[in-house]
């Protein structure tokens, strides 16, 4: 089986940073593409950021010049460090990977981590 455990959801003023983890482990075979949504209360679930396996992004034009996707093919590991944050940016973040076990890709869900930009 695989896991998605995320981590660095808070709660934090306008204006400031956060950087958010998430881990994949179990019977991975390779990881395809990573990459965070966000789902904020009464609204649908959106793709807030994606890299490739080589390094390629993409982003949400909301975050875009404010946020940024990293990964760390070596452990299994990707980041979204979110700057100059806004009261808009709040929502539930979850991690998301295309995940190859055995022999197919298949996606995998983190369990969802809270940021809440507010003074």
């Known amino acids: 089986q695989v896991q998605l455990v995320e981590s660095g959801g808070d709660l934090v003023q306008p204006g400031g940073s956060l950087r958010l983890s998430c881990a994949a482990s179990?019977?991975?075979?390779?990881?395809?593409?990573m990459g965070w949504y966000r789902q904020a209360p009464e609204k649908e679930r959106e793709s807030v950021a994606v890299?490739?396996?080589?390094?390629?992004?993409n982003y949400a034009d909301s975050v875009k010049g404010r946020f940024t996707i990293t990964r760390d093919n070596a452990k299994n590991t990707w980041y979204l460090q979110m700057n100059s944050l806004k009261p808009e940016d709040t929502a539930v973040y979850y991690c998301?990977?295309?995940?190859?076990?055995?022999?197919?890709?298949?996606?995998?869900w983190g369990q969802g981590t809270q940021v809440t930009v507010s003074s």
């Open positions: 890299i490739s396996r080589g390094g390629s992004t």
């Open positions: 179990g019977s991975i075979v390779d990881i395809n593409d």
């Open positions: 998301n990977a295309k995940i190859r076990v055995y022999n197919a890709y298949r996606d995998y």
